[in-house]
């Protein structure tokens, strides 16, 4: 079993910028593909972005260029730089381990992960 638990989410103004942090613990698996997902009211949950464990990344559309997937293996963390935040960007945003080593556009899709945490609300005002 794995525990993942985001922070750093929090209310800031369009064009502003958010650092979320997910902290891994358990039977945690540094050598898998982690993401992040954001869900907002009414919507379907969103693959953001997914990082394989050397460092080779995927992001969704309409945050390539804002947002950083990174991730520090020695210490089951992952992260996620937010910049030029847009209002469009409101909804709770999750991490997620998968069941597999590698990360390509198509991982960001909720079945490609088998843990996932409970979310940081991340709130953009225009």
């Known amino acids: 079993q794995v525990q993942l638990v985001e922070s750093g989410g929090g209310s800031v103004q369009a064009g502003g910028s958010l650092r979320l942090s997910c902290a891994a613990s358990?039977?945690?698996?540094?050598?898998?593909?982690m993401g992040w997902f954001r869900q907002a009211p009414g919507k379907e949950r969103e693959g953001v972005a997914a990082i394989s464990p050397g460092g080779s990344s995927t992001y969704a559309d309409s945050v390539k260029g804002r947002f950083t997937i990174s991730r520090n293996n020695a210490k089951n963390t992952l992260f996620l730089q937010m910049d030029s935040l847009k209002y469009g960007d409101n909804a709770m945003y999750s991490c997620?381990?998968?069941?597999?080593?590698?990360?390509?556009?198509?991982?960001?899709?909720?079945?490609?992960?088998?843990?996932w945490g409970q979310g940081t609300q991340v709130t953009v005002s225009s």
């Open positions: 997620a381990d998968s069941y597999s080593y590698f990360c390509y556009s198509g991982s960001l899709i909720p079945s490609y992960y088998n843990y």
């Open positions: 358990g039977m945690t698996n540094s050598r898998v593909c």
